[in-house]
């Protein structure tokens, strides 16, 4: 084993001395490696993280042990714990393992090129080595972006631009194999025996999905080699059904709906064997297996992200070779799902931040139809919002018809399809897509197949609160607040191993409860952020005060038993106010972060006024309550329940005090703003449309002459762009596909008013991301 391994490092053993045989235990001992890693990464997935780590250590200290897998492996822990908890100290360890995977990647991709040693059926020697490399580069520059240095921002495009090359080499490869080979060969080279995944008998010739070519004679007498394929076929077996890391059978705890109250219609008698839940491929190799999900996660990624970057970074990217497709990249990360690996997991763990994550990138409002949907045909049509077109033109701001809308959608109905199925074989426009691909519509839509991938993954990781954190999110985005509260109270916080697991779960509730308006336990929660959290402990503090403030107004005005309100008072003061010390105790590199800048201007506002005003009391110095501004930039007004957003509305439209009634134009802005988007989700449309038009809007934008103009403010720079943003959805709203061309319109103006400001990032995603959705609709 010296010498196998002396050859694979570049030292001692020249590669051409090595056997035949030799070579083939090198094959065999990588994909045990591989599988050991992705056994270590499962159980770090499982909120297990020392035993994962422990199972890396063990298998190190081995003789002949694939370092580049297994320090990738850790690498790709930390990168978990990094990325889950934006905690520096963190995200420079991770930084240091991915740097060193990069590293061993390119030697040992070099030293096998060298050998000649065929590990896959389908792709050239060294072509996982060309994957775990661009897995540990793109990962690395991910880390390295959100560094506020310059330089590491410069090396971070520059390993991009790397993982970029490779991945489209290595995927132009995988689509080709795709072509010519069919699923039942993709084990085994044309002149191999035929596929066995496990043996009969001795006597049975030897063939293993791990050796990608025929045995000679002796090698097949190997009793040694024999049983080494078998464990490591018993391994991958038992990872693929999720048997590996100890846990019950997973189809045990298979729902098929989200919640605790569906877990009570799980079979009370326990199933033993460990059938897949996966449809798992058992007969491909795990080198193979590594590859394409590796690949296809890391290449849709890439793409996805950049496709959400800001148009001005976009453009000069693209001219260094740099395109992303968000259909593409979000079609490539579902593959990789299929996948009963991490990569499987962190495609899953991804697809739920963009879709039903805190900032949720795919508002679910636009729910515009793809430009293939038959479901165009239900939209509201313009004829029939003919009325309120004509009424709002009178308005506040003066609207452009757009006069191509008309031949857009005479255009678009000839694309419809009247068949649909969310499973494409073919893509008409590139031929990219496989069978068992999303379509267009359901890649915006994902729906019941989300949460289906989402319950697989409850099952198979019964001890993470990481999956259940997701399943609460997934039930709150679609409004059901109570019961994703109910969720995340069913697990006990102090169990969780991962503290940065814990401390998302505890925020994430905290939002919940703001949303639901339950204010004490949500500021209960945030305070307790300071012993879990390394970070934000100014934005924490603030939010609580928040927190306390509302329940104060709402005790002032009888919505409240009054016997606490002057502790809400007091608590709110203290925190409002005092949270900006906090500054520069717990930051993210030596940068504030944008919530924490964000916090600062507010209090800064909030003593610029108490001074202008007179007033002794601080907390009359503020006037639009800052907790519904907040509930904002986490889609509170998308999840809130009818009965939140008529509270919401009431305590921004009949609440008073000195800062409110002195009617200041900034506040009155943020305040019209809150009140217009809780009339459009309580279906007064035209109402909301009007309070948007003639109370906000014109505040800092007009069109004169068919041109745009916008008057910057700098109070509030978030309101502005989303303003429009809305807008656009506003449009969509009332006008249906006519309008699209106009929505595109105020996207635009959304995306023209960009600047530098503590949200920018958060807000200008959700811009790009809905003028790639309207421009795909229009065919454009």
């Known amino acids: 084993m010296f010498r196998v391994l ?157 993982a970029y090359s490779m991945l489209q080499e290595i995927f132009e490869a995988i689509k080709k194999a795709e072509k010519t080979k069919s699923k039942a060969a993709l084990s085994l080279d044309n002149e191999s025996n035929e596929s066995q995944t496990s043996f009969a008998s001795v006597d049975s010739p030897f063939a293993s999905a791990d050796i990608p070519y025929k045995l000679g004679p002796e090698e097949q007498e190997d009793h040694d080699l024999l049983e080494y394929a078998e464990k490591i076929h018993r391994m991958r077996t038992k990872r693929l059904c999720g048997a590996h890391i100890g846990n019950s059978p997973a189809i045990n705890r298979l729902r098929k709906e989200l919640g605790l109250e569906a877990m009570k219609d799980l079979p009370s008698d326990e199933i033993k064997e460990y059938d897949p839940i996966f449809d798992a491929d058992l007969s491909q190799a795990t080198i193979d297996e590594f590859i394409h999900s590796g690949v296809n996660l890391c290449f849709g990624i890439l793409q996805v992200v950049l496709s959400l970057i800001p148009p001005t970074i976009g453009a000069v990217l693209s001219i260094v ?63 029939s919002l003919a009325k309120t077109r004509s009424q709002r033109s009178s308005s506040g701001v003066q609207l452009k018809k757009n006069s191509t809308s008309d031949s857009t959608t005479s255009l678009r109905k000839k694309d419809i399809t009247e068949n649909h199925s969310p499973l494409s074989k073919k893509d008409t426009r590139n031929g990219s897509f496989m069978e068992g691909d999303l379509d267009d519509p359901t890649l915006l839509h994902p729906g019941k197949i989300l949460e289906d991938a989402l319950l697989k993954s409850r099952a198979l990781f019964p001890n993470s609160a990481l999956w259940l954190l997701n399943e609460a999110r997934m039930l709150s985005g679609k409004g059901r607040l109570e019961e994703a509260v109910n969720l995340l109270d069913s697990i006990d916080v102090e169990s969780i191993q991962m503290r940065q697991v814990k401390s998302l779960l505890v925020f994430d509730r905290a939002i919940t409860l703001s949303h639901l308006h339950r204010y004490d336990r949500a500021a209960e929660d945030l305070l307790s952020l300071m012993n879990i959290s390394d970070w934000s402990h100014a934005f924490y503090t603030y939010f609580a005060g928040c927190c306390y403030l509302e329940n104060w107004r709402m005790c002032k005005m009888g919505l409240m038993e009054s016997e606490k309100a002057d502790y809400y008072k007091q608590r709110a003061t203290e925190l409002i106010f005092d949270a900006p010390n906090l500054l520069g105790k717990k930051t993210f590199k030596s940068k504030n972060l944008p919530l924490d800048r964000f916090m600062l201007r507010k209090v800064q506002q909030f003593k610029s006024m108490q001074n202008d005003l007179g007033v002794p009391d601080p907390l009359d110095a503020i006037a639009t309550s800052p907790v519904h501004e907040i509930s904002y930039f986490y889609n509170g007004y998308n999840r809130m329940t009818k009965s939140g957003l008529e509270l919401s509305t009431k305590m921004l439209q009949e609440f008073h005090n000195p800062a409110i009634d002195c009617r200041d134009e900034d506040q009155e802005l943020i305040k019209d703003f809150l009140i217009s988007l809780s009339m459009r989700r309580q279906d007064k449309l035209q109402e909301g449309c009007a309070i948007m038009d003639e109370k906000v809007l014109p505040k800092f934008f007009s069109l004169e002459d068919g041109k745009t103009r916008y008057v910057k403010k700098t109070e509030d720079p978030w309101l502005y762009p989303a303003s429009l943003y809305e807008r656009a959805l506003f449009t969509w709203k009332l006008e249906g596909m006519d309008g699209l061309p106009e929505s595109r319109e105020w996207l635009l103006r959304a995306q023209g008013y960009a600047g530098d400001y503590e949200l920018s990032t958060r807000i200008g995603m959700k811009i790009k991301a809905a003028i790639d959705r309207v421009e795909h609709s229009l065919g454009m």
């Not at 990360?333 to 963009?354: P, S």
């Open 6 to 162: 002396g050859a694979l490092t570049g030292r001692n053993q020249p590669a051409e001395e090595l056997s035949q045989e030799e070579k083939t235990k090198l094959v065999l001992k990588q994909a045990h490696d591989f599988e050991v890693a992705l056994q270590s990464m499962d159980y770090v997935l499982d909120d297990r993280a020392k035993e994962g780590l422990k199972l890396l250590k063990d298998n190190e200290n081995k003789d002949g042990t694939d370092q580049t897998i297994n320090v990738l492996a850790r690498g790709v822990i930390e990168f978990l714990e990094a990325t889950l908890g934006f905690e520096a100290q963190e995200m420079r360890k991770a930084s240091a393992t991915l740097a060193k995977a990069e590293q061993l990647s390119l030697k040992s991709r070099q030293n096998v090129q060298k050998m000649e040693l065929k590990s896959s059926s389908l792709y050239p020697p060294g072509t996982v080595y060309a994957v775990t490399y661009t897995e540990s580069c793109l990962l690395h520059a991910l880390l390295m972006l959100f560094s506020e240095s310059m330089m590491e921002a410069a090396k971070a495009l520059l390993k991009l631009r790397k």
């Open 321 to 383: 070779g740099f395109h992303g497709s968000r259909e593409e990249g979000l079609r490539l990360i579902w593959r990789a799902t299929r996948q009963r690996n991490v990569h499987g997991c962190i495609g899953l763990l991804g697809l739920m931040f963009y879709y039903d994550g805190p900032f949720q990138f795919t508002d679910d409002d636009f729910d515009i139809p793809a430009l293939n949907s038959p479901s165009i045909t239900n939209t509201p049509s313009s004829s």
